[in-house]
């Protein structure tokens, strides 16, 4: 029976619609360090939408710019390759992730991601990340839970079954998901992220969210998603379908080298970066 389920989640996972291929040369474009403004200009300007909606992105109150931008190659000079790459992304896949209204209330959900994304984007800047890679967590805690949107479309018995054991016996939420699906979101997650070529710095905040790497270039993007969801959950932030909140490991402050009290501090302004990300996404 669970391998069943298990064939049928990877052939929904095969089914889904591809990313414009317009989005995939952004990314190769963004990480080519021979790259020029004009470069990036030339690619995100073949999809006329996404230009449109790229220059709408950069103009909302998220970025709060002092004068209005009105050409994309004047935002790619102003905000840099890599954030223009990031609004490009982020454009995309709102685009190709709609969560069914179903077993998981998307309001509530979307609050949830949108929140871990604002705070994966604090955290990182009171970390001292680079600023021009801001956005990229913006963009892991968005998407962490993006399985979840597969889960919830495609197998709405079996997620009601793992939220109401989440709720009734709590327990760790991926141990749910495994013996009631046969995989966990974050497989799910990492299935999809492959599917459209996701970088490893998101493969791995989709991936190990919840049980973060602590060692290799990408395990910063898996800490700072595992304590931005953890906060959010503890604040209360939206639900996406988890009673339980996470413990985070004495080795994970440690490896950051912040503590519960810096991430309280740095999470200040949540709920106004909040208002101001929905109006970006929009």
Known sequence: MAQNIVAKVKDSIEKMPPLSPVVHKIIIVANDVTSSAQH????????????????????SAYFGLPQEIKSLKQAVVMLGINTIKNVALSSALMGKIALKKGVLDPEEFWKHSIGVAVASKLIAQRLG???????????????HDIGKVLMNNFFPDEMKQIIDISQSKGGFIIDIEKNVLGLTHEEIGIAIGKKWNF????????????????????????????????????????????????????????????????????????????????????
Do not use: C
Request: glycine content about 6%.
């Open 40 to 59: 990036l200009t030339d690619v995100i300007q073949l999809d006329p939408v996404l230009t449109a909606k790229v220059i709408r992105m950069v103009n």
């Open 129 to 143: 990340i680079d600023k021009k890679l801001l956005e990229e967590f913006f963009i892991a805690g968005l998407i």
């Open 199 to 282: 970088e490893n710095n998101l493969l791995y905040a989709v991936g190990r969210h919840h049980i973060p790497v602590l060692k290799g270039d990408s395990a910063i993007y898996s800490m700072v998603v595992h304590v931005a969801d953890t906060f959010s959950k503890v604040l209360k932030v939206g639900f996406s379908g988890n009673y339980v909140i996470d413990t985070i490991d004495e080795a994970i402050w440690q490896s950051l080298g912040i503590s519960e009290e810096i991430v309280f501090e740095a999470l200040t302004p949540l709920n106004d970066e909040i208002q101001k990300a929905k109006l970006f996404l929009q």
